[in-house]
């Protein structure tokens, strides 16, 4: 392995830090609803931050897999907006803080970039490390959003609901950092939103605002999240008018509602969640259908309609 220290550098002087919590919210694999990248945007465009390390994204990042935006200006080309991969230090109104590892998952050298993410924990002092994704789940958008949570050791589990099963699952570079992390005696708690699998393509803000209060919980750092909240509300509305438009469509919303309830609290994240997941993934796949139409039928004034959560 090449020297994972030479991976990333320092903006300015090493901060002195006592014990930050380090969260974790790379785009790429697993961010159903885009729910990641919203708690991201949100964090910095409701924080004060500055950027601590960058890494070198040349070596990490495919950029025919993933190609960066540029912008021709009719006679030559005027932008370019590289990908980023930065520790932020975001601070709250008391005066906390954590650090926000954000940017696009690595495509290649998974183990040097871990290495190189646990190596600078180490010289930034952090303590706990809290890693953020979202997944498809058999959730109406009619009930609240949830979280399960896996970590390196079961006290850090206290409070969340856990999956309790066992599967094997395309791997990603979060996953790899928390095993590596875990392996190591460190502090690591992986939290996953749940997003209703039929809204899994489009912006849901409700699973941003979860993954927020959670990580608010995690690390005792206010952030506030009203913007969030309103936005979710503003989907909520959107989508149950879509749904009123298609008897079929509410038939699915009610199904699932059905299942949500007979579950549980207890149920919902475990492994008795399971037995009902063929039932509603048939289900989301005709309300899937039907969204899908509805994104290519005019609305009034002849533009095409708006899928539920866009804008």
């Given amino acids: 392995m090449l020297d994972p220290g030479s991976l990333y550098s320092y903006e300015g002087e090493r901060p002195a830090l006592v014990e930050p919590p380090l969260v974790v919210a790379l785009s790429g694999f697993i961010d159903a609803g885009n729910a990641v990248r919203l708690s991201v945007e949100h964090l910095l465009a409701t924080c004060r931050h500055e950027v601590v390390a960058t890494f070198d ?15 021709f200006g009719g006679q030559d080309w005027q932008d370019y907006e590289p990908p980023r991969l930065q520790v932020h230090r975001v601070h709250d109104e008391d005066g906390s803080s954590l650090l926000l590892l954000t940017g696009p998952e690595p495509d290649v050298q998974w183990e040097r970039f871990t290495a190189a993410v646990w190596q600078l924990a ?3 002092g952090v303590g706990a490390t809290i890693v953020l994704s979202a997944a498809p789940t058999a959730v109406p958008h009619t009930r609240p959003s949830g979280v399960t949570a896996s970590a390196s050791r079961p006290e850090l589990l206290d409070g969340y609901r856990t999956w ?7 791997g990603h570079a979060s996953a790899l950092l928390h095993l590596r992390g875990s392996q190591q005696g460190r502090d690591v708690l992986s939290v996953l939103a749940h997003v209703p699998h039929y809204l899994a393509g489009n912006d849901y803000p409700d699973a941003a605002a979860v993954l927020v209060r959670t990580l608010s919980g995690a690390t005792g750092v206010g952030i506030p999240v009203q913007s969030l909240q309103e936005a979710a509300s503003r989907t909520r509305v959107e989508v149950d008018r879509q749904i009123t438009e298609s008897p079929e469509a509410a038939s699915v919303v009610e199904a699932l509602e059905e299942q949500y309830d007979a579950i549980g609290e207890e149920g919902r994240g475990t492994g008795a969640a399971s037995a009902f ?9 005709e309300f899937e259908r ?13 533009s095409p309609g708006d899928r539920p959560g866009a804008g």
Avoid: I, N, S, W
């Fill in 164 to 170: 309790d099963v066992e599967a094997q699952v395309p």
């Fill in 122 to 124: 180490d010289e930034l």
């Fill in 290 to 302: 039907f969204l899908a139409g509805q994104e290519d039928e005019p609305d009034g004034d002849g």
């Fill in 277 to 285: 997941l063929p039932t509603a993934d048939e289900l989301g796949e």
């Fill in 57 to 71: 994204v040349d070596q990490l990042h495919d950029y025919r897999a993933r190609r960066p935006t540029m912008t």
